[in-house]
């Protein structure tokens, strides 16, 4: 068991259930952002990934346009243990960063992602 926190790296949002996306819900009583994006297309009746970001941490400096429905934003946090109060279908992460994405290019920042993400899975197998 690792004592210390696992170093950040790029995901995208459906990555996080195999290890930290727009806004679709703030809950302000608890100060939990649910986060998703609607990637990869999913077969019909299949839901998209979920996580849910708390934001408690920021409260402080955090933007009421950062919890928008509809904003993309970049999070920065950690990935926790689910409990049974949580969707176990969704991620929990405990935000240290928050940030808005500002005007997304979908398009180009999913080709992106992919693209690195290919040549992390190249670099990987040849390690091997």
Not at 3 to 32: C, E, M, Q, W
Not at 88 to 114: C, D, F, H, N, P
Request: aromatic letters at 8%; hydrophobic letters at 35%.
């Amino acid at each position: 068991m690792s004592s210390g926190l696992v170093p950040s790296r790029l995901v995208f949002l459906n990555d996080l259930p195999t290890l930290a996306p727009g806004v679709k819900h703030y809950d302000i009583p608890t100060g939990t952002l649910t986060l998703q994006h609607a990637y990869p297309p999913s077969s019909p009746g299949q839901p998209y990934p979920v996580a849910l970001a708390d934001v408690n941490l920021l409260l402080e400096t955090i933007k009421s346009t950062e919890t928008q429905v509809g904003e993309w934003v970049n999070v920065m946090g950690y990935v926790k243990d689910r409990d049974a109060s949580t969707d176990a279908e969704a991620s929990a992460i405990q935000a240290t960063m928050l940030w808005s994405a500002g005007s997304v290019r979908l398009e180009a920042y999913e080709r992106s992602v992919e693209q690195w993400k290919q040549i992390r899975d190249r670099k990987r197998s040849s390690a091997n």
